[in-house]
Nanobody
Framework: QVHVVESGETLVQAGGSLKLSCTAS????????LGWYRQAPGKEREFVAD????????GYGDSVKGRFTISFDDAENTGYLQMDNLKVEDTAAYYC????????WGQGTQVTVSL
């Protein structure tokens, strides 16, 4: 059983930065793909970013391009989402997903960006 372990800062003022991390426990297998979606109250879940093993492919949602950076540390088997120039509209629950034989989801991290 794979457990997705999420962590990171959760509150910042507009224009500031936050960093989220995500890794897997319960498995020694390599994470093939890792990424984040987010969901704000009353809105549909939105793709944020993902990255494949070895950073062969990296993708970003249109609303975060140029402000967010996803990375992966092979030694730590951990993914990171650096979020810069945050806006109030980035406020949402951020859900990490990763692929090890199948897709696994985290419980979500609430990110709040205030004025």
């Amino acid at each position: 059983q794979v457990h997705v372990v999420e962590s990171g800062e959760t509150l910042v003022q507009a224009g500031g930065s936050l960093k989220l991390s995500c890794t897997a426990s319960g498995s020694s297998s390599t994470i093939e793909t890792l990424g984040w979606y987010r969901q704000a109250p009353g809105k549909e879940r939105e793709f944020v970013a993902d990255i494949t093993k070895g950073a062969e492919f990296i993708g970003y949602g249109d609303s975060v391009k140029g402000r967010f950076t996803i990375s992966f540390d092979d030694a730590e088997n951990t993914g990171y989402l650096q979020m810069d120039n945050l806006k109030v509209e980035d406020t949402a629950a951020y859900y990490c997903f990763l692929y090890i034989n199948r897709t696994w989801w985290g419980q979500g991290t609430q990110v709040t960006v205030s004025l």
